[in-house]
T-cell receptor, first 113, second 112 residues
Framework: GAGVSQSPSNKVTEKGKDVELRCDPI?????LYWYRQSLGQGLEFLIY????????KSGLPSDRFSAERTGGSVSTLTIQRTQQEDSAVYLC???????????FGPGTRLTVL | GENVEQHPSTLSVQEGDSAVIKCTYS??????FPWYKQELGKRPQLIID?????GEKKDQRIAVTLNKTAKHFSLHITETQPEDSAVYFC???????????FGRGTSLIVHP
């Protein structure tokens, strides 16, 4: 079946602009995660959605970052007033209910000029 | 919260040699330990995982061992091949949380 997809694959923006990154999880997966991966670094947790529960936003680095998940499926990560330090690859992952195993999307490479 | 340390950051081996990557964790409540492989420019993919009720798990040329007492776990790759070259990440989760903490990654280079 189809895996996790993300769009766009690449995004170049100017400092101060807002960006929206999209994630389509595997159909039926109830859990959805967003991570940030800076060059040569590990995966930094941003936010976690599980079904209809309130999301765990404990990893969001500032109030410029927000995410929503509509209808328990597609998720959008929004970064307002982008800064150069926001440049990174943003990865989305999903998991079926009751499973720890995460399936990652291909990521969106964000470059802030 | 959980803290995961991964070593080494870079590992260079000759084809056919074995490779070992080690991770330590801090939260004794963690009970799930996956390993992900990320090839250059591609998404991380799960290659093997282990739960705290098991000490060792093997899948062909890869194996993972877990020492709960010492709070460390290791990835072992035998008979390495050039296509094993990638960045490998360990992670730990559990204690009621499905949010994993990742190590910083190990860049494995296998020379033909």
């Amino acid at each position: 079946g189809a895996g996790v997809s993300q769009s766009p694959s690449n995004k170049v923006t100017e400092k101060g602009k807002d960006v929206e990154l999209r994630c389509d999880p595997i159909s039926g997966h109830t859990a959805l995660y967003w991570y940030r991966q800076s060059l040569g670094q590990g995966l930094e947790f941003l936010i976690y959605f599980q079904g209809n529960s309130a999301p765990d936003k404990s990893g969001l680095p500032s109030d410029r970052f927000s995410a929503e998940r509509t209808g328990g499926s597609v998720s959008t990560l929004t970064i307002q007033r982008t800064q150069q330090e926001d440049s990174a690859v943003y990865l989305c992952a999903s998991s079926p209910r009751g499973s720890d195993t995460q399936y990652f999307g291909p990521g969106t490479r964000l470059t802030v000029l | 919260g959980e803290n995961v340390e991964q070593h080494p950051s870079t590992l260079s081996v000759q084809e056919g040699d074995s490779a070992v990557i080690k991770c330590t964790y801090s939260d004794s409540a963690s009970n799930y330990f996956p390993w992900y492989k990320q090839e250059l420019g591609k998404r991380p993919q799960l290659i093997i995982d282990i739960r705290s009720n098991v000490g060792e798990k093997k899948d062909q040329r890869i194996a993972v061992t877990l020492n709960k007492t010492a709070k460390h776990f290791s990835l072992h790759i035998t008979e390495t091949q050039p296509e094993d070259s990638a960045v490998y990440f360990c992670a730990a989760s559990g204690g009621g949380s499905y949010i994993p903490t990742f190590g910083r990654g190990t860049s494995l280079i296998v020379h033909p």
